[in-house]
Structures are given as C-alpha cells and as structure tokens.
C-alpha cells in the first residue's frame, strides 16, 4: 500500500496533498495546540509529516508513531506512554474496530493493564454512520465524539 500511495503521489505531489484535506475546525485547532498532541496512524511517516507540513501543521518526526515495520498502534500506545511518561492516554480513531482491538488489548483484569487508555470514536473521517450506534460494554467504554469535542479536549489539557 505504501509503494502504490508513493508512486500515486509522486506523479503530482500537490495534487495527491490537495485530494487529503484536513478537518476544519479540528485542522486549526491541532495547529494551536501542536504540542498537546501526536499521531498515531498505519501511514507511513514521511506521509504524514508531508501531508502535514503541506497543510500548515508543523509536526516534527518524533511527534509521529506510524505503522513503518510493521508497528502495531498497541504497541506504539505503548511507547507514546514511556516517551511522554504517562499512565493514561486519550486514543481518537475514526475505526470502531482500531478501537475495539486498542480496548481488548488495555482492558485487563485486576488492573493489570501497562496503561489505562480512553477510547474516543471520531464521527468524523472514513467511517459509515453505523458504528455509531456501538453500546459500550462493562470491558470497553467507547465514547463517539464530534470534532468540537475534540477541539474542547485539546483547550483543557
């Protein structure tokens, strides 16, 4: 996938970045508060820190933990906690199964979880209206969110 995105974008760099807008008014939001956040994404890096820059957001390398080699986002959730050195993180995807698989994977018994996560469905973004209607169970809490939800996260912390 990353090869073929590549070479799609190689042919006309702007307009491959033209075709992947951002969110407004989350884009502008990210932007002022560039520091209270990172990605986490299946992309490659370099994509997203191109598509980024192109779009006025000024991530840095370190702020980005892709799927380059094979990386899961479990394990990158992970590693975002030992580098920023928290016990709890707010996980936002617009993939009912992402969150699914993230909240299988940090809801353990006994508190045995390396990090307590709070899982966050974008109602914005590739997903169909469907997932919505997802009843948290007593093991997973999953919370659908709009945008300006986000962006009031984004202002408090």
Not at 77 to 91: E, G, P, Y
């Amino acid at each position: 996938l990353f090869a073929k995105r590549d070479e799609i974008s190689a042919l006309d760099p702007k307009k491959w970045a033209e075709l992947n807008r951002p969110y407004q008014p989350l884009w502008q939001a990210l932007q002022e508060n560039i520091d209270k956040f990172v990605v986490l994404t299946n992309k490659n890096k370099r994509a997203v820190l191109e598509l980024s820059h192109f779009w006025n957001l000024n991530l840095v390398a370190t702020q980005i933990y892709s799927g380059d080699h094979g990386t899961s986002k479990q394990d990158n959730l992970i590693q975002i906690a030992k580098d920023k050195d928290c016990d709890t993180v707010i996980f936002v995807d617009d993939s009912l199964s992402n969150l699914k698989d993230i909240g299988n994977r940090f809801s353990m018994p006994n508190g045995a979880a390396p990090l307590t996560v709070q899982l966050l469905l974008a109602k914005w973004g590739y997903v169909a209206p469907e997932p919505y209607s997802y009843k948290s169970s007593d093991k997973i809490q999953i919370r659908a969110i709009e945008q300006y939800d986000l962006i009031q996260l984004l202002e408090e912390n």
